[in-house]
């Protein structure tokens, strides 16, 4: 194929590949409605997207970019304190540490 023809054909296929993007329609039903061969079709979209991919190719990393939204403030549960006769005291106890504490009160009495 000479250089004309190349250029010929290669106008002619990028005008269909743009017509057909734009269409809509399936590959095939394309090249049915404009009598192409649907093998020369393929070979020409995929000529042309390996020239768009080598112009810019899109590094791939595997991740994305998440933007976190600010720390919304928990409620705290309102905590107990224990005062024992002899001064000791135990503060800080919830609903989450109860078994602890009661292993501490066992051992303080």
């Known amino acids: 194929m000479t250089s004309s023809e190349n250029n010929t054909a290669h106008d002619f296929w990028q005008h269909h590949i743009a017509q057909w993007q734009a269409a809509g329609l399936s590959q095939a039903s394309y090249c049915r409605e404009h009598s192409l061969h649907a093998h020369q079709f393929s ?53 989450n540490n109860m078994a602890l504490i009661k292993q501490l009160i066992e051992v303080l009495r």
């Open 43 to 95: 070979y020409w979209k995929r000529k042309f997207l390996m020239d768009t991919d080598a112009v810019a190719p899109e590094p791939k990393t595997g991740f994305t970019r998440v933007q976190v939204a600010a720390p919304v403030a928990m409620f705290s549960a309102p905590v107990l304190s224990l005062c024992f006769r002899d001064g000791t005291q135990l503060m800080g106890i919830s609903q």
